[in-house]
């Protein structure tokens, strides 16, 4: 059986392969969600990477991510399900001559082939696999939710009053980000994990820009992350990111007549 650090060393390079670069403690606490499966809520400015774990997760697990994207006002039925309305009523519309029953009819349109499955549900519901359920800015909806929330993530079930309880048969690994816009209740963190991601220093953000622009040369991703880092503690309206630093090595690489840069994967920077 591996030792503890060999587990985490492969985490590590894993989330390198797919272009991310995480420290001992990152892969740490990702090791810590794999195997305990509890919530990890992941704080930090904006811009330094803390969607792109959940992202990366799922990537390295081979299994699906499942995106929340909050706000505020986001309430329940956005959330868990809905009823399509429409198709109900087209089906009603079919059915009026059929012969059945009204409660007949009223359990047709009340079963799962009308039910909009939306992230929570979606989540809970899964049947293949464990996936990934990315709670983005939790921070930005509000207290309601929240306390809402904790109770899904307390027994991975919800209840639909037309169809009964629906319990996950393979428990999703849960990801949450907040950018601290407001302060989360004390019960949620308690219920999670935590990770606090802060900028890169300039040598992990060299490591950044090379992993993602493979064709950089390291003397100049040295010297971007040596100016951002610069910036950074200039008093800005907005503080510079690494999305930041990879558009400007890109431009740089482009203008120098460098080889045209590629970012890994596919997407569109190492955070988000």
Not at 26 to 32: F, I, K, P, S
Not at 227 to 249: F, I, Q
């Amino acid at each position: 059986m591996r030792s503890i650090l060999e587990q985490i060393a492969t985490i590590e390079n894993a989330f390198r392969d797919q272009g991310y670069v995480t420290d001992q403690a990152q892969a740490t606490e990702l090791h810590l969600v794999m195997a305990l499966q509890k919530p990890l809520l992941v704080e930090g400015p904006a811009g330094v990477g803390k969607t792109e774990i959940a992202k990366v997760l799922a990537r390295v697990l081979g299994t699906r991510l499942i995106r929340l994207q909050c706000y505020e006002g986001l309430d329940v039925n956005t959330v868990l399900y809905e009823w399509n309305y429409q198709k109900q009523l087209l089906h009603l519309k079919l059915t009026e001559n059929s012969g059945a029953t009204p409660q007949e009819r009223e359990a047709e349109i009340f079963s799962p082939a009308f039910l909009l499955r939306r992230p929570l549900l979606e989540a809970i519901g899964d049947e293949q696999a464990s996936p990934v359920l990315l709670i983005d800015e939790v921070d930005r909806a509000d207290e309601e939710f929240e306390a809402f929330l904790l109770e899904v993530l307390a027994e991975f079930q919800v209840t639909i009053p037309e169809l009964g309880t629906i319990t996950a048969v393979h428990r999703p690994y849960v990801v949450l980000t907040s950018n601290r816009t407001r302060e989360l209740g004390d019960a949620l963190r308690r219920r999670c994990l935590y990770q606090w991601i802060d900028y890169p220093n300039p040598e992990k953000e060299a490591a950044i820009l090379a992993v993602r622009l493979p064709d950089i040369d390291m003397r100049l991703a040295q010297q971007i992350a040596g100016v951002m880092e610069r910036l950074r503690r200039m008093p800005l309206n907005k503080v510079l990111g690494v999305a930041e630093s990879l558009d400007w090595a890109q431009a740089l690489m482009v203008s120098t007549g460098d080889s045209c840069p590629k970012r890994r994967s596919g997407q569109r920077s190492a955070v988000s």
